[in-house]
């Protein structure tokens, strides 16, 4: 059981471009989200999903995309990177029905941009 | 606006004493309250939660108290030990639509020295 998995652990893009950031669970959860975590902010959600087809938008949503296609993929998208998402990126799940501290989280992708 | 507020960004404690690390919310609406713990280049891993129906949730050297009428949750650590030097999130639960959805504070960065 690897849990929640991310990829890259580091990115480093310039103004402008795109990239996916991968995240993939091996527990057969419902309920995936993402997060960043900026210095002095905490933790703030940028998107969710309760289920493969279902996703919403979180606190902070704005140049961000994502899809939910299976239950085990929960992939963020940055269509136009910009420096002010220079963050470190958080996805985590949890199972439906499950009680709200049952939420994994991944060991984060740590994204700079030019 | 800032939901969960965690007021202060560290805190020194020395191996043994306690750590009392403090939390405030404004949302009246949220039922369920959690403490993240977090160390550096991994993700949160939960450590404690409340019910809002609750005042009180002991687990080992780990206790919360919750406050109700002045908005305010506490965590404390009896004895601290120096592996629990980290970054703590309060989080809070927006309601019981249990979609996984949380509310952080900004963080405190505990250090417990030996």
């Known amino acids: 059981n690897a849990g929640v998995t991310q990829t890259p652990k580091f990115q480093v893009l310039k103004t402008g471009q795109s990239m996916t950031l991968q995240c993939a669970q091996d527990?057969?959860?419902?309920?995936m989200s993402w997060y960043r975590q900026d210095p002095g902010m905490g933790l703030r959600l940028i998107h969710y999903s309760v289920g493969a087809g279902i996703t919403d938008q979180g606190e902070v949503p704005n140049g961000y995309n994502v899809s939910r296609s299976t239950t085990e993929d929960f992939p963020l998208r940055l269509l136009s990177a910009a420096p002010s998402q220079t963050s470190v990126y958080f996805c985590?799940?949890?199972?439906?029905?499950?009680?709200?501290?049952?939420?994994?989280f991944g060991p984060g992708t740590r994204l700079t941009v030019l | 606006d800032q939901q969960v507020k965690q007021n202060s960004p560290s805190l020194s404690v020395q191996e043994g004493r306690i750590s009392i690390l403090n939390c405030d919310y404004t949302?009246?609406?949220?039922?369920?309250f959690l403490w993240y713990k977090k160390y550096p280049a991994e993700g949160p891993t939960f450590l404690i939660s409340i019910s809002s129906i609750k005042d009180k949730n002991e687990d080992g050297r780990f206790t919360v108290f919750l406050n109700k009428s002045a908005k305010h949750l506490s965590l404390h650590i009896v004895p601290s030990q120096p592996g629990d030097s980290a970054v703590y999130f309060c989080?809070?639960?927006?309601?019981?639509?249990?979609?996984?959805?949380?509310?952080f504070g900004q963080g405190t960065t505990l250090q417990v020295k030996p």
């Open positions: 989080a809070a639960s927006p309601g019981s639509g249990n979609t996984g959805k949380l509310i």
């Open positions: 949302n009246s609406m949220f039922d369920y």
């Open positions: 527990m057969n959860h419902e309920y």
């Open positions: 985590a799940s949890r199972a439906q029905g499950g009680l709200t501290d049952t939420q994994y």
